[in-house]
C-alpha cells in the first residue's frame, strides 16, 4: 500500500503549529476570501503551502508563513488539517 506524504506527518506536531493558521482560516467559512482548511486534502495543502513558500502564488501573508515552516512542519500541518472533519 502506498502511503501519501502527509501520512506520514505528526499530526500532534501539527496540531501544535496550527494557533498561527486557525487565527485566520476558522473552521467555518465565515469569510469568503479566506478558506477553510479544516478537512483539505493532505496532498493539497502540501502543494500549496509549497507553493506560498516559493513564491508561486500571489498572498504576502501566506508567502511569510509558508517560508518560516520546513517540509516536515508542512506534513504535519497537513496530517492535522486533513484528518479534521470538513465543515458543513
Known sequence: MV???YAEGDREYGEYL???CVTCHQSKDV?????VINGMHGEGF???MKAYRAEELDNPTMRTIAKRLTD???EALAAYFSALP???
Open 3 to 5: 502511503q501519501s506524504a
Open 18 to 20: 496550527s494557533s498561527e
Open 31 to 35: 469569510d469568503a476570501q479566506i478558506p
Open 46 to 48: 502540501i502543494a500549496l
Open 72 to 74: 516536515e512542519d508542512i
Open 86 to 88: 470538513v465543515p458543513k
